[in-house]
């Protein structure tokens, strides 16, 4: 049988081109959906008026610091996976030194690096996470009633990366080759449906901010 794995061009495609496609997707539909939805609030008349940049900020600070929200005390445990969570998806590709010695191979750049240790601890924290989120979307009825197809999809997406990275790391199960080659697909599918589907929370969730925090200082409502 052919094996397409040891084929050296699908590798060559996935470490060149394919990395190329997935930041420049990334990247250009992150500005695409941010200018869309500044552009839809402008054309909602009653939206722009009151945006504050005072305000926005104020929500902003208030809300990324854990436990400072009311939403964020109701459910501690959450809180705690959340923030551990997003640190450890947010920070760990970007510090990690398999990745910046790639970046400096293609493009002679680098920047800090976090030791091997941590960062396998973080993403050993993301992969729990994302167990967890997953059991609780199961398990949990409340939640159970307002989880369709997508909300695992977008899981799914966040968890492959991680637990083939951490497998191509540690060099288990397939031979390291190919587990480098299926994480830096995933890694590539991640970055391409950030701008796509609802992870793009991490280009608009800045947005959602500055309405709430504005709507709430402005005419003290709480719609949310
Ligand atoms: C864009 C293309 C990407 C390429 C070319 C790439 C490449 C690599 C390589 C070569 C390794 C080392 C594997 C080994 O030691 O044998 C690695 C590890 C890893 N990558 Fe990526 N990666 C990409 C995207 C991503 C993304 C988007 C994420 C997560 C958001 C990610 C998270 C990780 C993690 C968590 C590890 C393993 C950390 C550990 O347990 O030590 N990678 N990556
Ligand atoms: C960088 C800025 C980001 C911020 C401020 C942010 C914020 C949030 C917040 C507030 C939630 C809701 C948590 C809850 O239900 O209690 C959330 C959920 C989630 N985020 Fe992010 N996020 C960011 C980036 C990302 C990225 C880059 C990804 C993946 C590519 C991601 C994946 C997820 C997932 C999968 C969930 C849902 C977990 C579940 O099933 O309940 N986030 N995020």
Known sequence: MYDFIKDPSIYNFVRGPLVWIAFLVFIGGGIYKVRH?????KSEKVVMPYISLKLTLRSLL???????????RLRPVITIVTFLFHIGLVFTPIFLVAHNVLIYESWGISWWTISEQLADIMTMIV????I???????????????????????????FLPFITG??????????NKTM???????????L???????????????????????DHGFRHSRDW
């Open 166 to 175: 951490f497998l191509a790391y540690h060099q288990w199960f397939l031979p």
């Open 62 to 72: 208030h809300w990324l610091i854990p436990f400072n929200s009311v939403n964020w």
């Open 192 to 214: 391409i449906a950030i701008p796509f589907t609802r992870l793009g929370h991490m280009f608009y969730f800045f947005l959602t901010r500055a309405f709430m925090g504005s």
């Open 37 to 41: 939805l500044i552009l839809l609030a």
């Open 180 to 190: 480098v080659i299926l994480h830096m697909l995933f890694g590539e599918i991640m």
């Open 132 to 158: 967890f989120f997953f059991l609780r979307r199961i398990l949990a009825p409340e939640v159970r009633f307002v989880t369709f197809a997508d909300d695992y999809i977008i899981l799914a997406i966040s």
């Open 127 to 130: 992969i729990g996470s994302c």
